[in-house]
C-alpha cells in the first residue's frame, strides 16, 4: 500500500552555490510534491538565501509581498464575517 | 484477432511509458534551479530573479476487447448462412496539465552586499481587494435586510 508520505511531500532543498566576488550565496526553495499514479502536481516557491560574506553567514528570507497580501484580505474578511454574523445573532436575541 | 490485439496493447504500453516519463520530467520542477535564475552581471551587480512556480499534468487511458458469442441454435447449423466470428479491439486515453509561474523577488549582489527586492503584482492585490470589498459589502446589505424583518 502506498504510503501518504510517497503521495504528498513537503520539500526544503538547496540550489547550488553561486559565488560574486567575495560573496557565496546558496539559494533555498520549498516545494509541495502530491504524486498520483498516472499524474501530479508541483508547487515550488523561493524560501531564503543563506550569505556567506567569508567571516560571516547571514539567512536573508525571500518574503512573498502579495501573497501575504492576499492572505491578509482574505483574514480580514473572514474576522469581518465572523464579526457580522455574531453581532447578527447578538441582535436576534436581544428582540 | 491476437495478432491486432498484441500490436494494440504494445502501442498502449508505450504509449503508458511516454507518460510515465512526462510525468517525471514534470517532478524536475520541484528542484531549487526551477526557481531561481541564472545569474545576469552587469556592471559591479549581479542579478537572480527567484519565482514561484506550479505545474500539474494528469492523464488516463483505457483499452479493451472482445468477440461475438458462438452461434446457437438453428444459426449454427443453418448451412446457407454460415456462422461468423466477429472481433474487436479499441481503446483510448488523455491528458492535461498546466503550468503558472509568477516573480516573488529579485536578488541583487553588489558592494553594498545582498538586497532581495519583492516584486509586488498589483492587479493580484487590487483584484482580491475588490473580492473583499464585495464580499464585506454583501455581508453587510444581508444583515441590514434581516434586522428590518
Redesign the interface.
Given at each position: 500500500m502506498t504510503q501518504l508520505g510517497e503521495i504528498i511531500q513537503w520539500?526544503t532543498?538547496?540550489?547550488?552555490k553561486?559565488t560574486?566576488?567575495d560573496?557565496t550565496?546558496t539559494?533555498?526553495?520549498k516545494?509541495l510534491?502530491i504524486?498520483?499514479p498516472?499524474?501530479?502536481?508541483?508547487?515550488?516557491?523561493?524560501v531564503a538565501?543563506l550569505?556567506d560574506?567569508g567571516d560571516r553567514a547571514?539567512h536573508?528570507?525571500?518574503?512573498?509581498?502579495?501573497r501575504r497580501?492576499?492572505l491578509g484580505?482574505?483574514g480580514?474578511?473572514l474576522i469581518?464575517?465572523i464579526v457580522?454574523f455574531i453581532?447578527?445573532t447578538l441582535?436576534?436575541e436581544s428582540k | 484477432m491476437s495478432k491486432g490485439f498484441s500490436e494494440f496493447t504494445l502501442s498502449a504500453i508505450k504509449s503508458q511509458e511516454e507518460g510515465i516519463e512526462l510525468v517525471e520530467k514534470l517532478f524536475d520542477v520541484a528542484e531549487p534551479d526551477a526557481v531561481y535564475s541564472e545569474p545576469v552581471t552587469s556592471g559591479d551587480y549581479t542579478v537572480i530573479t527567484a519565482c514561484e512556480v506550479s505545474v500539474g499534468m494528469g492523464f488516463g487511458y483505457g483499452f479493451g476487447g472482445g468477440t461475438t458469442p458462438e452461434p446457437v441454435g438453428d444459426a449454427a447449423e443453418s448451412e446457407d448462412t454460415p456462422p461468423q466470428q466477429g472481433a474487436g479491439i479499441g481503446g483510448g486515453g488523455g491528458g492535461g496539465g498546466g503550468a503558472a509561474g509568477r516573480p516573488v523577488a529579485v536578488i541583487t549582489i553588489g558592494p553594498d552586499g545582498v538586497r532581495v527586492e519583492p516584486v509586488v503584482d498589483p492587479t493580484k492585490i487590487v483584484l482580491a481587494l475588490c473580492t473583499t470589498l464585495g464580499s464585506m459589502f454583501m455581508m453587510m446589505r444581508r444583515m441590514r435586510k434581516a434586522s428590518k424583518r
Open positions: 520539500q532543498k538547496s540550489g547550488r553561486i560574486v566576488g560573496v550565496i539559494p533555498q526553495s516545494a510534491i504524486r498520483w498516472l499524474g501530479g502536481l508541483v508547487w515550488n516557491r523561493p538565501l550569505v560574506y547571514e536573508v528570507p525571500i518574503v512573498d509581498v502579495t497580501v492576499q484580505l482574505l480580514f474578511s469581518f464575517a457580522i453581532l447578527s441582535k436576534g | -
